[in-house]
């Protein structure tokens, strides 16, 4: 008779739930940091006319960083996550740039808020990659 394959050490079932805990909170974190910071970004328009957003600032910020954090984390969805991120989040950065006192010139802004929106979208790209090798610190 064959002996049917063990079950996975139980400690090794364990490592695997704390680091998918640790990656669930390092995005919710991440996430928070770019509601604050979008939110603080938001707030520096000076421009009556920029005022009139679709939603509120609060609202706009809690929205982009749950999209990050969504695209940031090692699910199925976050792939249509990172796919809405860039859009959004351009704009956003435009109007900011361009709102703010005293406002940056258009041929400045629209790069920079390339990069913004590019840098959350790499960021939340790298962030939900599985690791195909040890990380620096860890013991693998």
Known sequence: MSEAPAAPHHSVRLQA????FKRF?????L?????AYT?????E???P????DLLPEWLEAVVLGTVFAVASLPIAGAIVARAIIPVPSFLLYLTVLL??????PYYAALPLA???AGALTVLSAYLAERPERPRLGSRR
Do not use: C, F, Q, T
Request: aromatic letters at 8%; a positive charge; proline letters at 6%.
């Open 114 to 116: 390339i990069v913004y």
């Open 45 to 47: 328009r000076v421009n």
């Open 99 to 104: 709102g703010k006192n005293p406002p940056l």
């Open 39 to 43: 939110y603080g970004a938001l707030a």
């Open 49 to 52: 006319e920029d005022w009139n």
């Open 25 to 29: 909170v390092l995005a919710a974190v």
């Open 17 to 20: 739930r704390r680091r998918h």
């Open 31 to 35: 996430g928070a940091v770019v509601a």
